[in-house]
């Protein structure tokens, strides 16, 4: 007999699945983990010349050695075609298959393994557990045209569910996995060839719960920051204590540029840009969550009640008033005015110039080399952007990868879901413009991290304009010394894991799924469960066990069990129905959805 051991630090009561045992806990459904964006590894299986002797080896995930031994052809291979969103010619990367495909990122960084180890400490194996891998640059519906990922999950679902005696299986999506598998729901029962066709009744008869943990289902500001300027809060950071080492030429190359140029390839992030406009993520001058700051917790709070831990929040929340509304702003000053004092100068159909750069640049093209000083002029004039403004933004600054985008992702808000347009794969992946299958007996979950600051809007300015260069800057300068304002390095946060806030994961269980509604026809229960962030006391903790972080809540103890006990037969309400820390509640009655 094998042991299977994985080390992590922090304070040790009984691990989850240990504690099931005791209680005489074994396994009866059959579980599916979806990974998110970047967490899968990625090997290659055919490359160009420059990557000789790097067949089957991980080019994503492991040491990623390859990053500094061969950078430019890193880059290459990573990149996908700029025209299609597929394999570029001659190369073919692929995702590694099996449970190590996302145990860990990197050597000690865990992704899934102690879920994992605990699924086993059940009594769980292959037979009855499935990392659901998939290439997760793609576009949701270009795994199934490349390689037919969607019809090997919707098979190996199946299998598991007869094997295991017909119990039902118990999905696990992470991230952007959450998105993905939501995709996957509608395209099994949409009939062929757009979908599996499995029929009206396949997700009620193989499926008893999804349990969505850390899911943007209605999008993230930081992928709207990562398309926009290659950067995000941690780049805006770097950028301040150590000024002009993103721009320069790390491993020789053009680091930020080469970042934006690979990674706007990638189709799977504009899964991720924040979707249903105004309505949802606020106005000019309203949000949903306004008057909310969040808290940065430095150290454990294990003897806190539920009940003081609320009024700590509620406490924060009695701070000035940022505009939320407003997820980009250029300057400072632009983001705290009132709108009807901002003068703004609309950026669409703007005569966009001509950059000579775009001669020059072509191995760091960004497409901003293509819109020339009139337009990247035009863009700073409008001041102020809402989710209503994003998608024509990245239009005009991204044309080419949002022509890719706009044919496989839609982020707006439906008004009649029976209009026969949503029924095209491109809106499968968003809740607001799909409903969830008639399976009244199934159960989704939205659990979540909180307690972090979460990135949700912007401070930009422009740069100085150079060879090669982004034109678009978060303002690392813009920030307040008050611990208790959020706005720090450029960056407005709320409350959330660090990466998703609490509004886009909780939401549509909160509220947009909650009993029968449009969106869920047949009134699917739903349960929201929020983990309150508890750093390790000191370093030598590690991640530690009671993590909310976006990844590291993967380790939490206490949503490890609660997964467990749905796995091993409970219900949501074995397990305590909702637990909630924010005011996602509230936030969610602030939008005015018709349900």
């Not at 991230?175 to 062929?192: I, N, R, T």
């Not at 831990?309 to 009132?338: C, M, W």
């Not at 497409?367 to 990245?394: F, Q, R, S």
């Not at 813009?478 to 509004?503: I, Q, R, S």
Request: glycine residues 10%; charged residues 20%; negative net charge.
């Amino acid at each position: 007999m094998v042991a299977i051991v994985v080390f992590i630090t922090g304070p040790l009561p009984d691990p989850p699945g240990l504690k099931c045992v005791k209680e005489g806990l074994g396994p009866k459904h059959p579980v599916v983990f979806v990974p998110g964006i970047v967490t899968g590894g990625l090997e290659l299986w055919e490359g160009h010349e420059c990557a000789d002797g790097l067949f089957r080896k991980r080019l994503w995930g492991g040491t990623f050695g390859e990053v500094y031994k061969r950078p430019s052809c890193w880059l290459q291979h990573m990149s996908l075609d700029n025209e299609t969103g597929l394999d570029p010619s001659g190369i073919k990367v692929r995702p590694v298959s099996g449970l190590v495909a996302a145990d860990y990122f990197a050597p000690g960084y865990f992704v899934w393994a102690v879920l994992i180890a605990n699924f086993a400490r059940v009594g769980y194996e292959e037979k009855n557990m499935y990392m659901a891998a998939y290439d997760w640059r793609l576009s949701f519906q270009n795994t199934e045209v490349r390689d037919r990922t969607l019809s090997r999950l919707k098979r190996n679902i199946e299998m598991m569910v007869e094997i295991n005696g017909g119990e039902k299986a118990v999905i696990i999506p992470h991230s952007m996995g959450v998105l993905y598998f939501l995709h996957f729901m509608k395209w099994v029962e949409a009939p062929a060839p757009m979908g599996g066709g499995g029929g009206s009744d396949w997700c009620a008869k193989h499926i008893k719960s999804v349990m969505n943990i850390g899911g943007p289902l209605l999008g993230a500001p930081k992928a709207l920051a990562g398309l926009f300027s290659a950067e995000a809060k941690d780049i805006a950071f770097v950028r301040g204590i150590a000024p002009g080492v993103l721009d320069s030429d790390v491993f020789h190359i053009q680091t930020l540029q080469h970042i934006m140029r690979m990674s706007r390839t990638w189709d799977s992030t504009m899964s991720m840009i924040p979707k249903g406009g105004e309505t949802i993520w606020g106005g000019l001058d309203w949000s949903p969550e306004e008057g909310y700051i969040p808290k940065n917790k430095t150290q454990g709070n294990n003897d806190t009640s539920l009940s003081t831990q609320n009024e700590s929040y509620s406490k924060g929340s009695q701070a000035k008033n940022p505009n939320y509304g407003r997820l980009i702003s250029f300057g400072r000053d632009v983001a705290e005015t009132h709108s009807s004092q901002i003068e703004r100068v609309d950026f669409r159909g703007a005569i966009k110039g001509n950059n000579h750069a775009n001669k020059t640049c072509r191995d760091v093209w960004t497409e901003y080399h293509d819109i020339g000083l009139g337009g990247i002029k035009a863009i700073a004039d409008y001041k102020a952007y809402t989710a209503g403004d994003l998608v024509d933004l990245l239009e005009f600054v991204a044309p080419k990868m949002m022509v890719r985008g706009s044919v496989h992702y839609s982020h707006g808000l439906a008004d009649d879901l029976d209009d026969p347009k949503y029924q095209h794969y491109k809106y499968w992946s968003n809740a607001l413009e799909t409903k969830l299958p008639i399976a009244p007996d199934m159960e989704i979950y939205s659990m979540y991290g909180v307690g972090i600051p979460t990135e949700r809007a912007y401070v930009y300015k422009l740069t100085p304009q150079t060879e090669c260069y982004i034109p678009f800057q978060i303002d690392n300068t813009a920030g307040d010394t008050n611990p208790h304002v959020c706005l720090k390095d450029g960056v407005y946060t709320v409350d959330g894991d660090e990466t998703v806030p609490a509004l886009s994961a909780g939401f549509m269980c909160a509220k947009g799924w909650r009993g029968k509604t449009r969106f869920n026809p047949s009134g699917i229960k739903t349960y929201v469960r929020e983990y309150d962030h508890n750093p390790p006391s000191n370093l030598l903790e590690g991640r530690g066990t009671e993590s909310g972080a976006h990844v590291d809540i993967l380790g939490n103890f206490q949503l490890i069990e609660d997964v467990l006990r749905v796995a091993t037969g409970a219900s949501g309400e074995d397990i305590g129905s909702d637990r909630v820390y924010t005011d996602i509640f509230k936030w969610s009655e602030k939008i005015n959805l018709k349900l």
